[in-house]
């Protein structure tokens, strides 16, 4: 082809994209009256049906969806909102439900929940407190619904353990050091555990803080403290004894995950969603890997915790029909959409969908989960600097372990000062 | 007549000449030829690292150093083009790289030219003000962008892609045209005026012959920037149908579940292809004008 026919065939293609940008190919106005937007944080989120029965059953609203990341979302709900084009609903990290709300992007819709709980009682009836807690701020104020939440648990190789002679529950780090230091001994391709060196927010590290006693004051992890130093100390010890890979400090959640899955590592601190993967790789019927509750420091005094954070669905400020929104959330929380969800990827805060056979038997360790998941508490946050917060605490992981040989209480002291400082104290 | 003596080379200086030849080999090899081997290395592996994870399983990227793949499959690509909307992106990308590429070349035709042959006030600076878009950095210019095309009601369309897109092109293209028309000997189209051609005629017939390598670098480059944009489409747009190919790559990115590499890369083999097949085309047009007008 000569290259002026090829710029003559360029010319025609900018004439025709001129023409429909024009507006010559605009498609005709719809018929329904009402219409809400959706912004999922990922194409997992979204039920499978994608809206087609709840256009059934209300064929005066218009569903329009799309997926923002997770990752991206606050700054593109802001930007969003800047042009006119913001969602109604919009779904993000419970952490950042009270920031949004001081800054008045996200709305008040309190009096939207009580009207659902009088209009769905059965639906409202199923849904676990935790879905109110992600998605209000600290005054009690809800902005919509979590209606999937997770938490980490420690996952570990059961028939591993047993090869090195170690009965499962671990249930205190001291334990798990122990069980990670001889998994790592037997041969040179195995790992004794799994971590995550750099590139995520630390939703991993911080539960492992909160179970081995640590307190989060007004927002601020308190790692200036024996807890904390010894969560530093835990992580540092991982690496010094040789029973993580060397390479920790460059490695993000998929290669943490991958060496579990891959069956090179012997345990890791990880969410359940992950164990979708891992059953394909080891069914759970066979008994090679369980799960429990995050490890408490030794002689611990203060409770065990299990955290949980959530991805809620929140009615920003830019919506104009509350109802729409309401009716939407409703349907996103029906154990029928809740479960395909919780199936393929994060578990439902829908308690129903927990009971239900098909998702016992997609999910055969649901069941063991409930006892842990059952008093599951929100990640507490700060209400206005959960970003410069979450920043340090990454740092913080990246030192810790980078750092193996450093002295856990200086990098403790060190970076509560810088914890401080983000919180503006 | 030549005695045989005086014919035949002095087997000394055979020998030197023989030195002094592989001497010269030698030392082309080691300032060109290794240079040359690390840069076709290094700027093709990362294209055939790519193009073999895309063909390994999902978790194979993670377990193994390898370069070649141990099962290779396809199951990459065939996921990549089930995906919903993957024809839309294409699509998408395809628009506003011709549009992006195609005005900004007119435009800065006509502005490149004048800046070439017209001698008038403040020219320097005002080619030195084209650049300023290009030195602010991109990811600055997001903020107030977003606003502006908010007032004008452009988000999420295809003009908000073509504005920016062209915006961001022009000037490189016209400094690179510039230097292109200014080496043309003004003589030449002083020639074609007195042969009675006008300033459409000179530019059309003259000028843009002999430039055409420089017009089809320019082009290539335009190409390059408006198919790879990034920052502006991830501000501007929102909506999933009105994405391109290089904003869709990194929604595939997920932190919260197991990366699939093979399909990461399969995404990114197909993201470039067109490209690579566009960019040798021209490639090889740029050559043969250089080639052919070193000739004449």
């Not at chain 1, 256009?55 to 218009?62: G, Q, R």
């Not at chain 1, 056979?357 to 998941?373: N, Q, S, T």
Request: net charge negative; hydrophobic share 45%.
């Amino acid at each position: 082809m000569g290259i002026k026919k090829l710029f003559g065939l360029a010319l025609t293609g900018a004439m025709l994209s001129g023409a429909m940008a024009f507006g010559f190919a605009v498609q005709p106005a719809g018929a329904q009256e009402r219409s809400i937007k959706v912004w999922f944080g990922r194409e997992n989120f979204i039920p499978d049906d994608r809206f087609e029965t709840f256009n059934a059953e209300y064929p005066d609203i218009k569903v329009d969806f799309e997926v923002i990341r997770l990752e991206d979302v606050n700054a593109q709900l802001i930007l969003a909102m800047r042009s006119g084009n913001a969602p109604d609903i919009v779904q993000i990290h419970s952490r950042d439900v009270e920031q949004l709300a001081i800054n008045k992007v996200v709305k008040d819709f309190t009096a939207g929940i009580e009207e659902f709980k009088t209009r769905f009682p059965e639906t409202y009836g199923q849904l676990a407190p935790l879905t109110w807690e992600g998605a209000s701020d600290s005054k009690g104020n809800l902005y919509g619904a979590a209606l999937f939440a997770q938490s980490i648990y420690l996952t570990y190789r059961t028939d591993w353990l047993a090869e090195v002679g170690i009965e499962p529950p671990l249930k205190t780090t001291d334990r798990v050091l122990e069980a990670a230091r001889k998994i790592a001994a037997l041969d040179g391709d195995r790992l004794g555990f799994s971590l995550i060196g750099c590139c995520h927010s630390t939703v991993w590290e911080l539960p492992l803080f909160l179970s081995m006693g640590g307190q989060v004051v007004d927002g601020v992890p308190q790692i200036d403290s024996e807890a904390g130093i010894e969560w530093i100390s835990f992580y540092q010890t991982l690496l010094n004894d040789g029973s993580a890979h060397a390479d920790t400090p460059s490695w993000d959640s998929g290669q943490m995950r991958a060496a579990f899955i891959g069956e090179r590592a012997g345990m890791m601190n990880e969410g359940e969603h992950i164990y979708v993967e891992v059953h394909k790789q080891m069914p759970y019927g066979d008994g090679k890997w369980a799960f429990e509750a995050l490890p408490t420091r030794p002689g611990q005094t203060e409770p065990q915790v299990q955290s949980g954070f959530a991805f809620p669905f929140i009615v920003t400020s830019a919506n104009e029909d509350e109802e729409a929104a309401l009716l939407v959330i409703e349907y996103l929380a029906r154990p029928a959409f809740a479960k395909q969800v919780a199936i393929r990827y994060q578990p439902t805060t829908n308690a129903a969908v927990a009971e239900d056979p098909e998702y016992l038997a997609a999910k055969p360790w649901a069941g063991d989960i409930v006892p842990i998941a059952s008093n599951l508490i929100s990640l507490p946050t700060h209400p206005t600097r959960v970003i410069q917060i979450y920043d340090v605490l990454k740092e913080l992981r990246s030192a810790m372990v980078a750092n193996p040989g450093a002295d856990p209480a200086g990098i403790a002291a060190e970076f509560q000062t810088k914890l401080n400082d983000a919180a503006g104290i | 007549m030549v005695s045989r003596a005086e014919r035949a080379p002095h087997p000394m200086r055979e020998s030197g000449m023989f030195t002094a030849g592989l001497r010269h080999r030698v030392g082309r090899f080691l300032l060109i030829g290794i240079p040359l081997a690390i840069l076709v290395i290094w700027t093709t592996l990362p294209i055939l690292w790519a193009v073999l994870s895309s063909l390994k399983e999902s978790l194979e990227i993670y377990e193994s150093n390898t370069l070649l793949p141990a099962n290779p499959n396809l199951d990459g690509y065939r996921t990549v083009l089930a995906m919903r909307g993957f024809d839309s992106w294409l699509f998408n990308s395809f628009l506003v790289t011709v549009v992006a590429t195609i005005v900004p070349l007119v435009l800065s035709i006509f502005a490149a030219y004048g800046f070439a042959r017209y001698a008038f006030r403040f020219r320097h600076i005002l080619l030195l003000l084209y650049l300023v878009p290009r030195i602010i950095p991109r990811v600055s210019l997001i903020v107030p962008l977003n606003s502006l095309m908010s007032d004008l009601g452009l988000i999420n369309t295809y003009w908000v892609l073509f504005i920016t897109y062209t915006a961001s092109a022009i000037p490189l293209s016209t400094w690179i045209l510039v230097g292109f028309f200014a080496a043309i000997p003004k003589e030449i189209e002083e020639s074609a005026t007195m042969d009675g051609a006008n300033m459409w005629h000179r530019l059309r017939r003259v000028i843009l012959p002999i430039a055409w390598p420089g017009v089809v670098t320019a082009a290539v480059l335009c190409i390059r920037e408006a198919w790879n944009e990034f920052a502006f489409v991830l501000a501007l747009i929102n909506e999933t149908s009105m994405r391109t190919l290089p904003y869709q790559l990194y929604m595939l990115k997920d932190s919260m579940g197991v990366q699939d590499y093979a399909v990461y890369n399969a995404f990114t083999v197909l993201t470039v292809l067109p490209l690579l097949v566009v960019y040798l085309l021209l490639e090889r047009r740029v050559v043969e004008s250089i080639v052919s007008g070193a000739v004449k």
